[in-house]
């Protein structure tokens, strides 16, 4: 049973606990250092002197709990100090708890007597074994659950506990946040301190100074304003400075004399939110809805303190009798007279009659912006009024002003003067596709009042015809699209349109040409078909078929070797192929080729398939050069010597022939050898000799000239 009221204590908690926990935090703390682990305060009754505190942190409190606190009081002019209490004070033990349990078990003696619910809070507070919401976090830091509740069991205890004891005097005393010391004398100053547990007062770790002369001032707030209308009246006060003495509360009194029969009219007391730097956080209001027609009402506001006391009262603050409106006006007619002038008529609730003091007539261009007045305060007997300037479209409201400066308003009622006169075309000025593809058109704004709206209008060519693409009522001289950029078509066309109140439409503009923000890369060239001859190697490729390529990169390589060198570039036209003869070639040697396409927007194409060509080789070689033969009679030897520069060479052969024995290879020398002494021969005979080269690839050159040696 006791788990359940307090279950219940705490839904009630719920929905108040994080704007309580803000507020009166921001209250505390504007009233006392933060830094400090305990608020303290006294209060002078003249014949006794109340002590109150509250703890600023939950392992604080907690220490509190387990070890209480002890009070000293010190006579300044004594300079004597007494203990106060023989034990530590510490929060209603557990006799106390099981007698208020007792109590909520036995419904009869519940029906009896009426137990404060806050200290019924305060008591689970201290008592964590009987705490509905306890977690096994072992971690003691704050924490939030998604319904704006602390889920850390410490923190939430506190902070339930601060509250209860906050808000109820008797849940206070059951915590042992309030102290009353009955044993002082009047006319006497005194310091009490405050120590944990058994401490001596040196190590007090909160002091208060208080005089018993007097009795402590009530401060008393101050009304400044009323504002009332036909459903309310609200009240501003000036706040009691929370430096002179704590008030976290407030309650309004109201009566229909001024000198007494003062009810309370709030349910609860009002809380003060903040206290910061801005003026209107020094202010409080109420709206009293409890009005009633043709009264008179006065106000008082009185503070609560820390310690559950009021302050003193303001003085009465009267409300003047009330006497609001209660229909709204209607707007009859808005007639336009020869498309000049607009005549509004409007009448109200007989009703009101005695309340209205005035009528104003507001206009506007459209029917949800600013109304501005066009007339003066009309007689409540004036029900008519003429705008002699208006636009081509207006909006008009009439406001009946009642004698309690309350205000009810017509509902808007449009007004049109015939017009049949288009805007002049617009002229765009520039557009521009950027990379995420959404086109910026710039264009002169019209002079027109009554525009209205505008289109766009675009083609993929020249030559298309255009279609509406957007229409928007925002006029504005710079206007949006947004193109897709995977596609290949490269331009867009865009005209505007704009149009006035009425729909005439204006001729269109000039036409401008967008380039779409490129982000596809061409197609590359396909080869097509080779020739290889004594000449070179000669290529044909048909060229990208992208409409913005602009050049062609022809790579070469041979076929053993690692890395790709750009062999030449080529600018593209409109032709379909393209030839192109490679001499840098070696004969008999393998070369590959591959082409990339670049195109207006530096975007390269993937390599086209990997061309291989051999170089043409007939197998001739160039024929050796000064090549002699000299005979040697007297040793019967003859020489031979010739030059060569060609690289590759594999050997030379030198033939030998005579009258008898056709040529044939006579020996074969090194491809650095350049010369060759023939000692086989025979006097009586006639020699033939040729030489020649041979090459690794299996090329040759030509033989040499025949050379004659008769001996």
Same mark, same amino acid.
Not at 492 to 498: G, S, T
Not at 539 to 555: F, P
Not at 627 to 651: D, G, I, P
């Given at each position: 049973?006791?788990?359940?009221?307090?279950?219940?204590?705490?839904?009630?908690?719920?929905?108040?606990?994080?704007?309580?926990?803000?507020?009166?935090?921001?209250?505390?703390?504007?009233?006392?250092?933060?830094?400090?682990?305990?608020?303290?305060?006294?209060?002078?009754?003249?014949?006794?002197?109340?002590?109150?505190?509250?703890?600023?942190?939950?392992?604080?409190?907690?220490?509190?709990?387990?070890?209480?606190?002890?009070?000293?009081?010190?006579?300044?002019?004594?300079?004597?100090?007494?203990?106060?209490?023989?034990?530590?004070?510490?929060?209603?033990?557990?006799?106390?708890?099981?007698?208020?349990?007792?109590?909520?078990?036995?419904?009869?003696?519940?029906?009896?007597?009426?137990?404060?619910?806050?200290?019924?809070?305060?008591?689970?507070?201290?008592?964590?074994?009987?705490?509905?919401?306890?977690?096994?976090?072992?971690?003691?830091?704050?924490?939030?659950?998604?319904?704006?509740?602390?889920?850390?069991?410490?923190?939430?205890?506190?902070?339930?506990?601060?509250?209860?004891?906050?808000?109820?005097?008797?849940?206070?005393?059951?915590?042992?946040?309030?102290?009353?010391?009955?044993?002082?004398?009047?006319?006497?100053?005194?310091?009490?301190?405050?120590?944990?547990?058994?401490?001596?007062?040196?190590?007090?770790?909160?002091?208060?100074?208080?005089?018993?002369?007097?009795?402590?001032?009530?401060?008393?707030?101050?009304?400044?304003?009323?504002?009332?209308?036909?459903?309310?009246?609200?009240?501003?006060?000036?706040?009691?400075?929370?430096?002179?003495?704590?008030?976290?509360?407030?309650?309004?009194?109201?009566?229909?004399?001024?000198?007494?029969?003062?009810?309370?009219?709030?349910?609860?007391?009002?809380?003060?939110?903040?206290?910061?730097?801005?003026?209107?956080?020094?202010?409080?209001?109420?709206?009293?809805?409890?009005?009633?027609?043709?009264?008179?009402?006065?106000?008082?506001?009185?503070?609560?303190?820390?310690?559950?006391?009021?302050?003193?009262?303001?003085?009465?603050?009267?409300?003047?009798?009330?006497?609001?409106?209660?229909?709204?006006?209607?707007?009859?007619?808005?007639?336009?007279?020869?498309?000049?002038?607009?005549?509004?008529?409007?009448?109200?609730?007989?009703?009101?009659?005695?309340?209205?003091?005035?009528?104003?007539?507001?206009?506007?261009?459209?029917?949800?912006?600013?109304?501005?007045?066009?007339?003066?305060?009309?007689?409540?007997?004036?029900?008519?009024?003429?705008?002699?300037?208006?636009?081509?479209?207006?909006?008009?409201?009439?406001?009946?002003?009642?004698?309690?400066?309350?205000?009810?308003?017509?509902?808007?009622?449009?007004?049109?003067?015939?017009?049949?006169?288009?805007?002049?075309?617009?002229?765009?000025?520039?557009?521009?596709?950027?990379?995420?593809?959404?086109?910026?058109?710039?264009?002169?704004?019209?002079?027109?009042?009554?525009?209205?709206?505008?289109?766009?209008?675009?083609?993929?060519?020249?030559?298309?015809?255009?279609?509406?693409?957007?229409?928007?009522?925002?006029?504005?001289?710079?206007?949006?699209?947004?193109?897709?950029?995977?596609?290949?078509?490269?331009?867009?066309? !865009?005209? %505007? /349109?704009?149009? &006035?109140?009425?729909?005439?439409? $204006?001729?269109? #503009? +000039? @036409?401008?040409? =967008?380039?779409? *923000?490129?982000?596809?890369?061409?197609?590359?060239?396909?080869?097509?078909?080779?020739?290889?001859?004594?000449?070179?190697?000669?290529?044909?490729?048909?060229?990208?078929?992208?409409?913005?390529?602009?050049?062609?990169?022809?790579?070469?390589?041979?076929?053993?070797?690692?890395?790709?060198?750009?062999?030449?570039?080529?600018?593209?036209?409109?032709?379909?192929?393209?030839?192109?003869?490679?001499?840098?070639?070696?004969?008999?040697?393998?070369?590959? !080729?591959? %082409? /990339?396409?670049? &195109?207006?927007?530096?975007?390269? $194409?993937?390599? #086209? +398939? @990997?061309?291989? =060509?051999?170089? *043409?080789?007939?197998?001739?070689?160039?024929?050796?050069?000064?090549?002699?033969?000299?005979?040697?009679?007297?040793?019967?030897?003859?020489?031979?010597?010739?030059?060569?520069?060609?690289?590759?060479?594999?050997?030379?052969?030198?033939?030998?022939?005579?009258?008898?024995?056709?040529?044939?290879?006579?020996?074969?020398?090194?491809?650095?050898?350049?010369?060759?002494?023939?000692?086989?021969?025979?006097?009586?005979?006639?020699?033939?000799?040729?030489?020649?080269?041979?090459?690794?690839?299996?090329?040759?050159?030509?033989? $040499?000239?025949?050379?004659?040696?008769?001996?």
């Amino acid at each position: 049973m006791v788990k359940n009221v307090i279950k219940k204590e705490m839904n009630y908690f719920k929905y108040i606990s994080c704007v309580l926990f803000i507020s009166c935090y921001a209250l505390l703390s504007s009233a006392q250092d933060m830094s400090k682990p305990i608020w303290f305060y006294t209060k002078s009754y003249k014949d006794s002197v109340a002590l109150r505190w509250h703890f600023n942190d939950a392992n604080t409190w907690k220490e509190y709990i387990d070890k209480g606190v002890t009070i000293y009081r010190k006579d300044v002019t004594t300079g004597t100090t007494i203990r106060i209490n023989e034990e530590p004070l510490k929060p209603f033990t557990d006799s106390v708890w099981v007698q208020y349990e007792y109590y909520y078990k036995d419904t009869s003696l519940t029906k009896k007597r009426d137990i404060d619910q806050n200290t019924i809070i305060a008591l689970a507070m201290q008592h964590p074994e009987l705490f509905p919401y306890t977690t096994n976090r072992s971690n003691e830091s704050t924490a939030v659950s998604s319904e704006g509740m602390f889920t850390d069991t410490l923190l939430m205890r506190h902070f339930f506990h601060t509250m209860a004891c906050f808000s109820s005097k008797e849940a206070g005393i059951v915590g042992m946040l309030y102290f009353l010391d009955d044993e002082v004398e009047k006319n006497k100053t005194y310091e009490y301190s405050l120590v944990m547990g058994n401490n001596k007062v040196e190590k007090s770790f909160a002091r208060s100074t208080i005089s018993t002369t007097t009795a402590s001032t009530k401060f008393k707030p101050t009304i400044v304003y009323d504002y009332t209308n036909r459903r309310k009246s609200s009240i501003k006060w000036k706040k009691i400075d929370t430096t002179l003495t704590f008030v976290a509360f407030y309650n309004i009194y109201r009566s229909e004399t001024k000198d007494k029969g003062y009810v309370k009219i709030n349910d609860q007391p009002q809380l003060s939110i903040f206290k910061n730097e801005a003026a209107d956080s020094l202010y409080m209001f109420y709206a009293d809805t409890t009005l009633e027609k043709g009264k008179t009402y006065y106000y008082k506001v009185v503070g609560l303190d820390i310690f559950w006391e009021e302050t003193g009262y303001s003085d009465p603050y009267v409300v003047r009798e009330v006497s609001y409106l209660v229909n709204e006006p209607r707007i009859e007619s808005a007639i336009v007279v020869g498309r000049k002038v607009t005549d509004i008529t409007w009448s109200f609730n007989p009703i009101d009659k005695e309340s209205v003091v005035a009528f104003r007539v507001y206009r506007s261009e459209s029917f949800d912006t600013l109304y501005t007045p066009i007339s003066k305060d009309l007689s409540p007997n004036v029900l008519t009024f003429r705008d002699e300037q208006p636009g081509l479209d207006m909006y008009y409201k009439v406001a009946m002003i009642g004698a309690a400066k309350d205000t009810l308003w017509t509902f808007p009622n449009y007004a049109h003067i015939p017009d049949s006169i288009a805007p002049v075309a617009p002229v765009i000025l520039s557009a521009l596709c950027d990379s995420t593809g959404v086109v910026t058109i710039k264009w002169k704004h019209n002079n027109e009042k009554d525009l209205f709206a505008y289109k766009i209008f675009k083609a993929n060519h020249l030559k298309d015809e255009f279609s509406g693409v957007y229409m928007s009522e925002k006029i504005d001289s710079l206007v949006y699209d947004t193109l897709s950029l995977n596609t290949t078509s490269e331009d867009v066309y !865009y005209m %505007l /349109q704009l149009l &006035d109140k009425t729909y005439n439409e $204006s001729v269109f #503009s +000039n @036409v401008v040409k =967008v380039k779409r *923000y490129d982000i596809i890369p061409p197609t590359a060239g396909v080869f097509y078909s080779f020739t290889t001859d004594d000449k070179g190697i000669s290529l044909t490729w048909a060229n990208s078929s992208s409409r913005d390529a602009v050049k062609t990169i022809l790579y070469r390589k041979y076929q053993d070797e690692m890395n790709w060198h750009v062999h030449k570039t080529f600018v593209n036209d409109t032709a379909v192929f393209k030839t192109y003869l490679d001499t840098a070639v070696v004969k008999g040697q393998w070369y590959e !080729y591959k %082409l /990339q396409t670049v &195109d207006d927007n530096n975007l390269s $194409s993937d390599f #086209s +398939n @990997v061309f291989p =060509v051999r170089a *043409y080789d007939s197998g001739r070689r160039p024929p050796l050069k000064n090549v002699k033969v000299e005979l040697n009679k007297k040793k019967q030897t003859v020489k031979l010597s010739w030059q060569y520069n060609e690289t590759k060479v594999l050997y030379f052969q030198v033939f030998r022939g005579n009258e008898k024995v056709p040529l044939s290879i006579l020996e074969s020398t090194d491809p650095n050898v350049y010369e060759l002494y023939d000692m086989k021969i025979a006097p009586g005979h006639r020699y033939i000799y040729r030489v020649k080269a041979v090459f690794k690839d299996g090329g040759e050159s030509p033989f $040499s000239e025949a050379f004659i040696i008769e001996l």
